[in-house]
């Protein structure tokens, strides 16, 4: 590692700390360096706060920023948003050379603020260790590229390729597994269920992880069956907002509780679904099953990314199927135990 890809890997380190906190915003680091000392790191500590370059900045006096290197994990913004552009900060400071991790994907963003400080006689330095900053939010930059969320399914099977047993809420995984799935439903702005499972296994679809943000909890109920399940856990709890997809014009005149906000759909489509939830920001899906819903995103060509959690359990001829996935490989697939059961993990090639 050469001296600028040394101090970009701290910016990294610092954006790692905003980890489940900046929800819709990037995690971002920055380290202002100066004479080969590190004055000062900063982070973007909560989605709506002070961004990372001014988080470093504010702490130095203007005789440290003098002259000094910026290393930030993220171009610097030269929009107003929440926060006002980094850009003109960056250029009021003094700083001489501006060294960036991964040019911005958002387009309000992207290429405007390098150009910005290029013109204040900003020496600009980018693409230093970018695939490391820009794996520090794969979702975000899958979203700004692709306007469209990144969507994993999840599924829980048995040997025999089975889900459940008719109508039976069943545990297939171990309860390592179950806590990661705990775990990694944290990392998604979005669950998403069908109104089958919300009936018969009345999750919470919560997680471990404390966030200010938690993961909305989503039901597609295209025909309106929970306005006869009104006392289900995610339309009682109030611990995270649930949003329901519906068709259904009752279920919208129904009185929820707060947290409950419902969706009217133009049409049954899956992609008025997505459409919505793009809209909305949501970058990340994580879509819980079951295996209609599951197979209706295969149909529809719908998916990024598989996680299969596979118990060393038959449920025999009775058992329901899993869904039917399009021929085809894992892209890049990991391999995990969690107790006795295996968490495979990969890309779906979708042609
Ligand atoms: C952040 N934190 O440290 C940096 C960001 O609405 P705003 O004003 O917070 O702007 C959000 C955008 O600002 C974000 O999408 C990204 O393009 C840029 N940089 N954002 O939340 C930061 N540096
Ligand atoms: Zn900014």
Not at 160 to 165: H, P
Not at 228 to 248: E, R, S
Not at 280 to 291: A, C, D, K
Request: net charge positive; charged share 15%.
């Amino acid at each position: 590692m050469n001296h600028d890809q040394a101090m970009m890997q701290l910016a990294i380190n610092a954006a790692k700390e905003g980890r489940f906190l900046t929800w819709q915003n990037p995690m971002v680091g920055a380290a202002v360096v100066k004479d080969g000392h590190v004055l000062a790191l900063g982070h973007h500590v909560k989605y709506g706060a002070v961004h990372a370059e001014r988080n470093a900045i504010e702490k130095l006096t203007p005789e440290q920023l003098f002259n000094a290197t910026l290393y930030v994990t993220l171009e610097p913004c030269n929009h107003q948003g929440k926060q006002p552009p980094c850009s003109e900060l960056i250029i009021h400071s003094k700083i001489k050379r501006v060294v960036i991790g991964q040019t911005d994907p958002h387009a309000l963003v992207t290429g405007k603020g390098i150009a910005r400080l290029k013109t204040a006689g900003i020496e600009v330095v980018t693409g230093v260790l970018a695939d490391q900053a820009a794996a520090l939010n794969p979702f975000y930059t899958y979203f700004f590229q692709h306007h469209q969320p990144w969507i994993t399914l999840k599924q829980a099977i048995s040997l025999d390729l089975k889900l459940s047993l008719p109508g039976q809420r069943i545990t297939l995984s171990s309860s390592a597994a179950l806590k990661q799935v705990h775990f990694e439903r944290a990392n998604y702005q979005g669950i998403l269920i069908g109104s089958e499972t919300a009936i018969i296994d009345d999750p919470s679809l919560l997680t471990t992880v404390k966030s200010p943000f938690p993961p909305i909890r989503m039901i597609i109920d295209r025909r309106g069956r929970l306005r006869n399940h009104p006392n289900l856990k995610l339309l009682t709890d109030g611990v995270a907002p649930t949003w329901i997809f519906t068709q259904n014009n009752q279920l919208g005149n129904h009185q929820w509780p707060a947290h409950v906000k419902v969706i009217s759909l133009a049409d049954g489509q899956l992609s008025s679904v997505i459409d919505y939830l793009t809209d909305q920001g949501i970058q990340s899906l994580y879509v819980e099953g079951g295996r209609r819903l599951h197979q209706a995103f295969c149909d529809a060509g719908l998916g990024n990314e598989l996680i299969t959690y596979l118990a060393p359990v038959t449920l025999g001829a009775n058992g329901v199927p899993a869904y039917q996935p399009k021929a085809g490989q894992l892209i890049k697939p990991s391999y995990q135990f969690f107790g006795n059961t295996i968490r495979i993990q990969g890309g779906i090639q979708n042609v």
